[in-house]
């Protein structure tokens, strides 16, 4: 009996029904159910109207600064429940520190945000705590927070409650004044008091299927920026900076990034079947456009897609932040090589990440390094938006980076939890048991969110590093840092707002492999300012306070049944 | 491919003119009836004789009829039948007009007529004859049928459907004409009722091939239902299995649903089969170009462009891969020929938009992109179409 234990391979090991794949190694636990997770994501079976469809977002914070990454889970209404005034609960849960969770929505007040959408996280007003932005059909909401375990709804007096339709939004100094503005993407103008009809249209069918209409044949809603004036309040300079969306594209995911490296952070917006835009930063308050031309607004062909989620990463560790966008079905998921000077190529075919994503509507999604070997794989959460159809619970995908340009998917073979089907929406990733690895949060639009530990038992090592602006906002924001640990070389930024309308842990997370120090960690803050730290022992969290260096550390809990 | 098997080359015209000829039933009065009996003896004897290409022996019979009865309308037509089958146009011409002339309701004769302008290239003329046989015989399912063929290839697509649907109306539709009408509603843009009238020609034909093609050709319209397509070609192919043109829609369909492998074997046995055309090529490039084998691509492509220098798409194709590989000299040449050759395509003002601007050239490349934003406003987009690489020639 002893002998047939020891030798049971780890893919009958009992618990989680995870299995370890041969070829990558990636082994994540659903611990949903045992974390105390019992959120549930509201929508209607039949999905009549687009509305019913596209939320919600999902975010990894730590509100209370105990060092442990907590959970928002957004939900939505229905068109029902809108008319008869009915109401759900977004959810805030507390992490213990222990695996477990705590649903702290109430105390916290942070649940009836109507028909919500996305979230973004960053500490707006400075204050050294995490506070909460979430997207809404409708006006959007500002939850300060209040440093106490609670919010306040600050959203009238700050003057940031777009009454529109809102999906992806992101905290982003793009002034480099030491304060976080916010910019906040808007999708299809709906009027809920003349719901198009289902089925009816041509931009109601679905390969000869009656479904739900949109967003094609609707009109879209311009995008906002918001200026943070310091004083808890924000002026809308939308128009003043070029990026109001005059077309009315259809605005989903955002991400903020220095793609070009001037030192001024760009805006990306993943329109839904309309050109992308690439708003480059010109630094003196204002942005231009250059979606087109720098490659970003369309795939290889010229053609628009259905553009849904974002994420940014070097991914091939020339030195430049790439990108990566999900899409619709049919079209594939799009990865724009930065090419330096503003010009990015499709690499999509090239990478062997666009085929394998074909038959999927994909939604959420990073660059995140599941096994720390340094370099960034890529998760996509996925699910259609037509239960009408045969596939409309989907499973995700998983690529492992393959260190030469390409990508091999390997979800299948990473065990249960992505064999599962299911209509995934937005996702965050973040080191929820501080061990050193990332995590995976999905909410999903029907029912239970999914939350996968990453048990994968790669051996290497890695490090967390939060950054604490002072000059700069305090979450240090637009941060890039450049970790160097002998001939690896990998950079990242600090973001607030990816993936579909979600946020990940504002820490930033480098795999090592199994390189035990890091010759070089260097901070280029958002001011300008350069801080380089040598020699730093990994497995640990770091943080990082601008001109100071490391003020504290932490080693990861040590996981040894899974490392 | 053709739909119809109304072709025009002389071994069917003459096949179909014997063949009308056989249905020629003189019929005369009641004194002359022996007398008449003996004629239709005559003249049944010399048509079976054409029919068994016995040609000498055939005109010598229908001649001692022409001594005694000159104008005798069913043997002007026999003998013009043998001058057609002899390559003898003029003459044929003559003795069937002069059958017509003599005998106005001798539909055979306008039938051979129509027949003889349409190798004369005088179409009109063709189908005025196919007309007149209608008006005197409107059940005539033969007429209509080649009416229905001929005005579908004038791109009289209005008048067909309305030939045919009024022939509906009082018979039951055969199955080339099924197929006819399926082919103009196809052009008419009415996939829906194509696909109905093609389905039904298939239930009363199901061995006939080329239905089979058309309507898998019919399928690949906007919006194309790759599905439905492949079905058709894989049963056009399992009828004809070497059939190149079958070989290569099946290749492209394939390749539209990104089944790579498949693909390329079906190209690849498209060429091998005879069918060594620029889209065969293309497509092949494109496989290759998605496989990340840009050299071979590029190879692909070239082939391509040899065969078909007025093949707009694969400069484009050609083009954005050297664009990929940042050889913008060969992409810059690439990409404006093929933009000349095909100025609808967004791909290459699209891809010429991305070259000028890496080249430092932003007055240049925001021409192009005004030319892509242009081209969506209209509708020419090829997201908007559901294509992304041109189609074979449907």
């Known amino acids: 009996m002893l002998a047939a234990l020891i030798l049971l391979p780890l893919s009958q090991a009992p618990g989680g029904g995870a299995t370890v794949n041969q070829a990558g190694g990636a082994r994540f636990t659903d611990v949903t159910e045992q974390a105390g997770i019992t959120f549930k994501h509201v929508s209607t079976p039949e999905k009549r109207y687009i509305v019913e469809s596209m939320s919600g977002g999902v975010a990894l914070l730590d509100y209370d600064n105990d060092g442990h990454l907590d959970i928002y889970f957004v939900n939505s209404l229905t068109v029902d429940l809108l008319k008869s005034k009915g109401k759900t609960v977004s959810a ?153 969306d005059p077309n009315g594209y259809y605005g989903m995911g955002v991400i903020s990034s220095d793609f070009d490296e001037d030192g001024l952070v760009d805006i ?37 897609q259905g553009c849904m989620g974002v994420t940014v990463a070097d991914y091939d560790h020339d030195g430049k932040l790439d990108l990566f966008v999900t899409n619709f079905d049919d079209d594939y998921n799009v990865l724009y090589r930065n090419d330096g000077g503003r010009f990015f190529s499709d690499a999509s075919y090239a990478a062997k990440i666009a085929a394998v994503s074909l038959p999927y509507v994909g939604w959420g999604t990073k660059f995140f390094d599941y096994d720390n070997d340094g370099w960034v794989d890529l998760f996509v959460a996925n699910g259609h938006v037509y239960p009408q159809i045969k596939n409309f619970h989907q499973r995700n995908l998983l690529h492992r980076n393959n260190r030469d340009g390409t990508f091999t998917e390997v979800a299948e073979q990473s065990g249960a939890p992505f064999a599962e089907k299911r209509a995934g929406r937005g996702a965050a990733f973040g080191d929820i048991d501080n061990d050193g690895d990332t995590d995976i949060v999905v909410n999903n639009l029907d029912g239970a969110p999914l939350v996968l530990r990453n048990d ?103 996981a040894p049944a899974r490392r | 491919m053709l739909l119809a098997p109304f072709k025009f080359n002389a071994r069917r015209a003459v096949l179909g003119l014997a063949l009308v000829c056989i249905f020629l039933a003189p019929s005369q009065g009641s004194r002359a009836q022996e007398g008449a009996n003996d004629l239709a003896g005559q003249l049944e004897r010399a048509a079976s004789l054409i029919g068994g290409n016995q040609l000498a022996e055939a005109e010598r019979l229908l001649n001692q009829v022409l001594k005694v009865r000159p104008e005798e309308a069913a043997a002007l037509n026999l003998l013009g039948a043998i001058r057609a089958k002899q390559g003898k146009l003029v003459e044929a011409e003559v003795l069937f007009t002069r059958a017509v002339a003599s005998d106005k309701r001798l539909t055979g004769a306008r039938m051979n007529l129509a027949y003889l302008f349409l190798l004369k290239g005088e179409p009109e003329k063709s189908a005025a004859e196919l007309k007149e046989v209608l008006r005197l015989e409107p059940a005539n399912a033969e007429a209509a049928y080649r009416l229905a063929w001929l005005l579908l290839k004038q791109n009289r697509t209005d008048e ?30 009415d996939r829906g009722k194509a696909v109905g009238a093609l389905k039904s020609a298939l239930e009363l034909s199901p061995a006939e091939a080329s239905y089979h093609y058309t309507l898998g050709v019919g399928w690949l319209k906007h919006p194309a239902d790759l599905q439905e397509a492949e079905g058709s070609f894989r049963r056009f192919l399992g009828l004809r299995p070497g059939d190149a043109q079958g070989q290569l829609h099946l290749g492209y369909v394939l390749l539209k649903q990104k089944r790579h492998a498949e693909a390329r074997d079906l190209l690849e046995r498209s060429l091998q089969t005879g069918a060594a055309t620029p889209e065969a090529f293309y497509y092949l490039g494109l496989i290759a170009q998605g496989q990340n084998e840009d050299e071979r691509a590029i190879g692909l492509f070239e082939k391509s462009i040899q065969l078909g220098p007025s093949f707009g798409h694969v400069h484009v194709a050609l083009g954005s891969t050297y664009l990929k590989l940042k050889d913008y000299t060969r992409a810059q040449a690439a990409l404006e020929t093929g933009a000349k050759l095909t100025p609808d395509d967004t791909k290459a003002h699209y891809n010429l938009a991305l070259l000028y601007a890496r080249l430092k050239q932003p007055e240049r490349a925001r021409e192009e992109m005004l030319i892509v934003e242009r081209l969506k406003g209209e509708g020419k987009a090829r997201d908007d179409d559901g294509d992304t690489f041109a189609p074979p020639p449907l």
């Open chain 1, 92 to 244: 805030l849960y507390r992490n213990r520190g222990d695996g477990t969770f705590a649903d702290v929505t109430q105390k916290a007040g942070v649940g009836d945000i109507g028909w919500g959408m996305g979230i973004a996280i960053a500490d707006y007003n400075n204050d050294g705590f995490q506070d909460i932005y979430v997207t809404c059909v409708g006006a959007n909401h500002l939850l300060k927070n209040n440093g106490d375990g609670t919010f306040t709804d600050v959203t009238e007096k700050a003057g940031v409650g777009d009454p529109r339709w809102s999906t992806g939004a992101s905290f982003v100094d793009y002034d480099n004044d030491g304060r976080l503005d916010l910019f906040v993407a808007n999708y299809v103008s709906f009027d809920f008091n003349k719901l198009p009809e289902f089925g009816k249209e041509k931009t109601c069918q679905f390969k000869g299927v009656a479904v739900q209409c949109g967003p094609r044949g609707m009109a879209g809603d311009g995008d906002s920026l918001y200026r943070n004036n310091g004083d808890g309040t924000f002026t809308d300079v939308t128009k003043k900076a070029g990026v109001s």
């Open chain 1, 268 to 304: 990306f917006v993943a329109n839904d079947s309309t050109p992308n835009f690439l708003y480059h930063n010109k630094g003196d308050g204002t942005f231009k456009e250059i979606g087109f031309l720098s490659g970003t607004a369309l795939n290889e062909n010229g053609a628009a």
């Open chain 1, 456 to 558: 994968t038992a790669s051996g290497n090592n890695s490090v967390l590093i939060k950054t604490i602006g002072v000059r700069s906002n305090r979450d240090g924001v637009g941060a890039r840092v450049k970790v160097v640990s002998g001939d690896l070389v990998q950079k990242d930024e600090v973001r607030s707002g990816d993936s579909y309308i979600s946020q990940s842990d504002l820490r930033l997370h480098f795999g090592l492999e199994r390189r035990t120090k890091i010759d070089l960690i260097e901070i280029r803050w958002p001011g300008g300012a350069v801080d380089k730290i040598s020699d730093v022992k990994p497995n640990r969290v770091l943080t990082i306070r601008e001109g100071q260096g490391i003020v504290e550390q932490k080693e990861f809990k040590a």
């Open chain 2, 160 to 189: 067909c459907i309305d030939l045919v649907e009024r022939v509906r109306q009082s018979q039951t539709l055969s199955a080339p004409l099924l197929a006819v009408l399926g082919d103009a509603y196809m052009r008419r843009g």
